[in-house]
């Protein structure tokens, strides 16, 4: 038994299967059948149960498992060190950020990153599935949602508040829901998917109201939406922080401010898979996201 072929099998338990752990280790899968029936010829022990879609860890796969993991780990930070010698953080991360928040909110932040520490690789992207991380396309993601996936490890950030909102102009031609049950009725502009049904929550002290509501438009591109509402085309059911510079300046007048409402959620969090070595550049940037975020919540409370 050797670290690289330990190191392997950790990578084959924790991609799931041997087809993906080939294509993380840029191998064929022959190469990697092959390595991981050399281990266990040398442990003497079945490691992994195969299936149709999965591989599965046997009681002796998983001790050899969690020893690989430590080994695995100290080696690449071994290396890494090495490698940071005599130079500035450098590294590649790849983090996926909600299309709203990042783009309004956190745009700011990782380019005040990338300044600090420019020979990081940032490969940013914004959308809005959880997939991305579960399937190891991205390092960190930034979601918001009611409760974090069991599998993830999971930092709340900040607590997300939707405004019901209308332009000043819409206001002055009426009417504006004062009731949860007028927003039936009303010409909805929200990020739920048009055409669908959207599923409102809503909170007042110990009451909680479900609604469902029927957008007349949606996007996933909160710019957007934060334009509609300006141009009058109906009521908005947006984050808070899409319209806070408009209501401040009194562009955007609120509405049904007694209700707590949500509709994807009311927590952000930072995700992470447990078992996936963090680099000092991931590291870095999330520590470096955690205090911006807690910064900005405590100014938004």
Avoid at 143 to 170: G, H, I
Avoid at 191 to 199: E, N, P, Q, T, Y
């Amino acid at each position: 038994m050797d670290a690289q072929s330990l190191a392997l099998f950790v990578d084959i338990a924790d991609a799931g299967n041997l087809s993906l752990a080939a294509r993380n280790l840029k191998m064929s899968r022959a190469n990697v059948s092959y390595h991981l029936r050399q281990l266990e010829t040398s442990v003497g022990f079945e490691l992994l149960r195969r299936t149709t879609r999965r591989v599965e860890l046997t009681e002796v796969g998983q001790r050899l498992y969690q020893h690989g993991r430590v080994i695995r780990d100290e080696v690449m930070a071994a290396r890494e060190s090495v490698a940071m010698l005599g130079k500035g953080m450098h590294g590649s991360v790849r983090l996926s950020v909600p299309t709203g928040f990042g783009q309004l909110v956190m745009s700011p932040w990782l380019i005040e990153f990338k300044r600090l520490y420019p020979e990081v690789s940032l490969d940013l992207r914004f959308e809005n599935r959880i997939d991305d991380l579960l399937r190891e396309e991205v390092d960190v993601a930034v979601r918001v949602m009611s409760e974090p996936p069991e599998q993830t490890v999971a930092v709340e950030l900040a607590r997300v508040r939707y405004a019901a909102c209308v332009s000043a102009d819409y206001a002055r031609r009426g009417p504006v829901p004062t009731r949860l049950e007028e927003l039936v009725d009303a010409p909805l502009i929200t990020s739920a998917v048009s055409g669908r049904d959207l599923r409102l929550s809503a909170y007042r002290n110990h009451e909680r109201r479900d609604l469902t509501l029927h957008p007349t438009l949606a996007s996933e591109n909160f710019q957007f939406l934060r334009d509609a509402v300006l141009a009058g085309l109906g009521v908005g059911l947006v984050p808070d922080y899409v319209v806070e510079a408009d209501v401040a300046a009194g562009r955007v007048v609120t509405t049904l401010q007694e209700w707590q409402l949500s509709i994807f959620g009311t927590r952000m969090y930072l995700l992470r898979m447990p078992a996936r070595y963090q680099t000092v550049a991931t590291r870095t940037l999330i520590d470096f996201l955690v205090e911006r975020s807690r910064a900005w919540a405590a100014q938004h409370r």
